[in-house]
């Protein structure tokens, strides 16, 4: 297999955005966060200030590949969702297509059963999107349609800046 | 896999520290997170166990700055080094882009070395990857400890595509981030030429 950079362009970035604000608003719910499941943050809605967004993708990640491994060990696909029940906040955990994740975090001022009715709409919605990204990166481009990369002029002193050397 | 966001101008690229037990892969993040500038790094996250031994993976991101108007940021994570938790090195090897195996030197441990990077080999191939082909960096650990057998000697054992080879001594320092930039080097230039 090879290696399937995974790229996302701003018009997508956009309508993930706008969902998971939708998403946000109409659950009542404090966070969203939109996660890749190597443990990159792809996007955010509420109040995001308040929590370590890289740490919690990173450990979000972990725990859905902790978990598909244990779901494979029953004999299960995977388990496509997960529910962490908080003495004040929750985390609501599902996943969306091959590649995202959808982190929902509440409290009392929403209910279980409306955060997994609005993530049920607004799956649907991302996973349209994702699967276009899903889609171009599988694809096998021709190299005339191939976008321009900035990163084909990367030169040796571009890193070396990077580095500080 | 690298995953690029042209919106945010970003680019994050996840690199694996592999090795055997107490080789020091979970040292070289500490001696990161405490050296590197604060508005340059995050948390470091330790899943580990009452002993301190990883339990299932450390985490640190680092801000590497800027190449072409995009952000560089690489997410560094370590594995448990323990035999019997190969099922979450599996896990953690998910969507990396470059691995750097950390070698105990000590001639006891020669062994232990040989098989992780079997194992290595063994657990990229399940993601899909190739330890042939992937960017990936040979560190010497523990060069310091009197049992530590010669470079030559273990070159010959462990070298095997003429990867860099980088002596260190993590718990000071000494070639930890000579190893970090030799396989950030090398994941930047796949950009390049993919």
């Known amino acids: 297999m090879t290696k399937m950079d995974l790229v996302m362009f701003e018009e997508e970035f956009g309508q993930l955005q706008e969902i998971i604000g939708r998403l946000q608003r109409d659950s009542a719910c404090k966070v969203v966060f939109l996660v890749d499941k190597n443990g990159t943050q792809i996007a955010a809605a509420g109040d995001v200030r308040s929590i370590d ?22 004999g299960e696909k995977e388990f496509s969702l997960l529910f962490h029940e908080g003495e004040k906040d929750n985390l609501h955990i599902s996943i969306v297509g091959k590649r995202g994740i ?10 279980l059963a409306l955060v997994r009715l609005r993530v049920k709409k607004a799956s649907r919605e991302l996973l349209e999107i994702f699967e276009r990204v899903e889609t171009r990166a599988e694809a096998q481009v ?20 990077l580095f500080g050397d | 896999m690298t995953f690029i966001n042209y919106a945010s101008h970003e680019i994050n690229c ?28 995050g948390k470091l996250v330790s899943l580990a166990t009452e002993t301190d031994r990883t339990l299932f993976f450390d985490f640190l991101p680092l801000d590497m700055g800027t190449i072409k108007g995009f952000k560089v940021r690489f997410h560094l994570y370590t594995v448990p080094g323990q ?59 523990k060069r310091d400890m009197p049992t530590a057998a010669s470079q030559g000697e ?30 950030a080097r090398q994941i930047l230039m796949e950009l390049q030429k993919s």
């Not at chain 1, 021709?142 to 800046?161: C, G, H, K, L, V």
């Not at chain 2, 035999?83 to 599996?90: L, P």
């Open chain 1, 53 to 74: 967004a890289t740490s919690l993708a990173s450990l979000t990640a972990g725990n859905v590949a902790a978990t598909d491994g244990l779901a494979k060990l029953i």
């Open chain 1, 102 to 111: 959808l982190v929902v975090i509440f409290d009392q001022n929403s209910s």
């Open chain 1, 142 to 161: 021709p190299e005339s349609a191939r976008f321009e990369s900035p990163f084909s002029e990367i030169t040796d002193e571009d890193i070396d800046r």
């Open chain 2, 14 to 41: 996840k690199i694996v520290y592999y090795g055997p037990g107490l080789c020091g892969k979970t040292t070289n993040l500490q001696w990161i997170y405490t050296q590197a500038n604060p508005m340059k790094r």
């Open chain 2, 83 to 141: 035999v019997f938790y190969d099922a979450s090195r599996k896990l953690i090897l998910r969507g990396c882009d470059g691995v750097i195996f950390v070698a105990d030197s000590q001639r006891p441990r020669l062994e232990a070395n040989i098989e992780s990077i079997a194992n290595l080999a063994t657990n990229l191939r399940d993601n899909g990857f190739d330890i042939r082909t992937i960017p990936y960096v040979l560190q010497l650990n």
């Open chain 2, 154 to 183: 273990l070159e010959a054992m462990l070298q095997f595509r003429n990867e860099p080879v980088i002596e260190a001594v993590a718990s000071r320092g000494l070639g930890v981030l000579d190893s970090l930039k030799a396989c």
